[in-house]
Nanobody
Framework: QLQLVESGGGLVQPGGSLRLSCTAS????????IGWFRQAPGAEREGVSC????????AYADSVKGRFTISRDYAKNTVYLQMNSLKLEDTAVYYC??????????????????WGQGTQVTVSS
């Protein structure tokens, strides 16, 4: 069964950090670009970040630039989203997604083949 599983969400105070993980099972992420998305209650899903599969180029939403870092570990078949300086408005369910794509990226890719089930991130004092 092909699936993506997110982990690492939780409750954190403003200014704190979390690292989300997205691990694939049933397939290799080597040829997949990975995106992170989030959806807050009552809001539309928003692209947060993306990393390519060929040269590890990355893209970020303006709202998280300088605070979030996406990376991948091919040996562990996992992509990470390091989130620092978290703000109240970062509260959302975070999803990772995979699309078979080889090439550099200049923006968060819009279409994906597989989605994870999401992990809750709550920033609250």
């Amino acid at each position: 069964q092909l699936q993506l599983v997110e982990s690492g969400g939780g409750l954190v105070q403003p200014g704190g950090s979390l690292r989300l993980s997205c691990t694939a099972s049933g397939f290799s992420l080597d040829y997949y670009a990975i995106g992170w998305f989030r959806q807050a209650p009552g809001a539309e899903r928003e692209g947060v970040s993306c990393i390519s599969s060929s040269d590890d180029t990355t893209a970020y939403a303006d709202s998280v630039k300088g605070r979030f870092t996406i990376s991948r570990d091919y040996a562990k078949n996992t992509v990470y989203l390091q989130m620092n300086s978290l703000k109240l408005e970062d509260t959302a369910v975070y999803y990772c997604a995979a699309v078979r794509f080889r090439g550099s990226i200049g923006a968060i890719l819009p279409y994906y083949d597989y989605w994870g089930q999401g992990t809750q991130v709550t920033v609250s004092s």
